[in-house]
């Protein structure tokens, strides 16, 4: 008895340490969000939010006759969501692939390693209005730097208009996003490799293991859980994508992301309501995406044991 | 000390006959280089005029990020937050609800505008703003090279197209290989409504949405205009120009790469700085005319809105009138280099030796056609969105001109719905 008394009071002066923390959660991040799902059910505007009426889910879907609304049937938004998947994908994929590059290159050892672990860094230091800025001139079809290094080494001129053409300004996002995101995936996986203890490494060569082998069997899975993770981060942020968008190719339809079509609503056109409606779908995505995630890795820990 | 002790004995009296009346108006002052000047002398005057006080707010630079914040202190109910602000061309239907009538308080004023401004500030027959300074899309040419190769400035789009076609190919074969016919503002965004709009309207098109706000974009003219810009990509204008706002444009020409560009005025000072390789060698246009002759130049600007709330009415009055009166408009010329909205200062002497180059755009100012902006109130910026998007299709060839009109008809009129609003 006594035992559970002290586990009782354990747990409740647990509660307390924890109480002014989960109520600064509450309210920097419930609120907003409570306020957000309340919105989307009214008809309110920008400039005058306390004049409002209920509309229930005609924000999301309303049949309306032949004619019906709602942000689930604007075209426009099933194209900003493709935008953002693809978007997603690719880009994340890609730094993946490039951050375990650079991670294994540093993992090795050489001189000047400090330096280049710090230099690797600064894309990812740069804010991300002044690196889209800064590729935005990068890609400029007269003077840009990658239209003339693409001349100089392919001795190709074709003043390609990056951020203009619709087929060409998604890669330019993508470029731009690799570039300044990579290091952050690089260092989480660096992070993880040299937690890896150097002797299973030893008795693998010993073992006759070949460096794909020794790859595939000991780094991969060992830095898994470090990957998912990183990987769960990158995607939650590629799927709220807006900034760099906006500032690179602004309002252009063939790059909306689905943040963008929520800002153009709430900002370009006062309607909070929809916009509200568009951010609780933005929200229920990357939630939706973290939760499958967390269930995934659940299921790999649950096999292993 | 006598002085001293004469000067403490007026300010403690005027503080005395202050306080029964007395008001502090707040009011927006620019934030560009000279806005200080320039709101000293505002202040000095009112101050002098009136018994109340003035103070200055600043408001961000960039329209969008202003427009958002206005939205919120108005949202807020906050009369206190500001009395006199500037909107820009396409707010004062908008804002409608926001901004004081000055129908009565301004109606003897009307004769000494330009008449577009003027008629962008009037919402449902209620005069809501007061043009501040005006703004308007040019041509502008290379003076040298339309001399070497004998041409003169063009008259209409089709003398455009041609001139470029052959000064361009001309350059490039004496070796300046991206060299460029014409330049604009292709990308995305407000800019490119502005430049659809000169297009069409040139055209005989219309402007979109007619005064009363019934949508007239459906029709073969304003298609042709399209499919005539939809011609020049990649031809005589690079595809770049389909990501171009003001300044990558500006950056191309400026740099001696192109032969006409279409920009705001402000481009024209910057052209004739001390660094620019074009010092002397820009001249300045009415946009070309279409092909029954009429040429339209985008109206652009700011003007001088009266919060709706404001607790002293009559003080903001005499506030906007010393500041639209044609001494002001002069100050605000001298200090901040903003163009005049009242047309008799585009013949006073002193004006003109100021800014030599207003005579330029007199004629300009005179034609400028406003964005259906005004008739479509707060849904306007959908109506520029669905605008900006359809041009944006038909000059980086995924719609052609007929397709884009009608396409763009349904738009509006779903944006429209019952009516404006």
Known sequence: ?305 | MKKLTLSLITLALAGVSNAALADTLRMECPISPGGKEYCNYVKDRFEKQTSNKLEFIEFPAASDEKLALLQQLFAAKDEKAVDLFQSDTIWVGLLDKQTLDLTDAVADMKGDFFPGPWANDTVNGKVKAVPAYLDTGVLYYRKDLLEKYNEQPPKTWEDLTRIATKIQEEERKAGHKNFWGMIFQGKSYEGLTCNALEWIDSYGGGTFIDEKGNVTINNPKAAAALDMVAGWIGKIAPKGALGYKEEESRSVFQNGDALFMRNWPYAYLLSQGADSPLKGKVGVAPLPAGPDGKSANALGGWQWSINANTKNKDAAIALLKILTDADSQKMQLKYLGFAPTRSALYEDKAVLETAPHLTLFKEIFANAVPRPATATKSQYPRVSNAIFNVTFKVLNGGSDGKTAVADLEKRLERVKGKDWH
């Open chain 1, 1 to 305: 008895m006594a035992h559970s008394g002290y586990q009782q009071r354990r747990r409740r002066i647990a509660w307390i340490l924890v109480a002014p923390a989960l109520l600064l959660l509450a309210l920097a991040a419930g609120w907003p969000l409570v306020r957000t799902f309340f919105f989307s059910f009214t008809n309110a505007m920008l400039d005058n939010p306390s004049e409002y009426q209920m509309v229930g889910l005609a924000n999301y879907y309303a049949a309306n006759g032949g004619d019906s609304r709602g942000v689930l049937v604007d075209p426009l938004w099933w194209q900003a969501v493709g935008n953002t998947l693809w978007f997603t994908v690719v880009s994340v994929g890609l730094e993946l692939l490039f951050g375990m590059l650079l991670a294994l290159l540093m993992n090795q050892k050489f001189r000047g390693q400090g330096l280049v672990r710090t230099a690797i860094l600064v894309p990812w230091a740069i804010p991300t209005i002044v690196s889209a800025k800064m590729w935005g001139w990068m890609f400029h079809d007269q003077y840009g730097v990658v239209n003339d290094l693409l001349a100089k080494i392919f001795g190709y001129q074709a003043h390609l208009a990056w951020i203009a053409e619709p087929s060409l300004s998604m890669w330019a996002v993508v470029i731009a996003d690799v570039w300044k995101t990579t290091p952050f995936m690089a260092l989480m996986l660096l992070a993880a490799l040299q937690l890896i203890p150097t002797d299973l490494y030893e008795a693998a060569r010993v073992d006759g293991a070949s460096a794909w082998q020794r790859f595939k069997r000991i780094t991969l899975p060992l830095i898994m859980p470090a990957m998912i993770v990183a990987l769960i981060f990158r995607i939650m942020d590629a799927m709220r994508i807006f900034d760099l968008i906006f500032v690179l190719t602004s309002n252009s339809e063939a790059t909306m992301s689905v943040s963008g079509y929520a800002r153009e609503q709430i900002i370009s056109y006062q309607d909070m309501g929809v916009g509200s409606a568009a951010s609780v779908l933005v929200f229920m995505m990357v939630a939706g995406i973290a939760a499958c995630f967390i269930r995934v890795s659940r299921l790999n820990e649950k096999e292993k044991r």
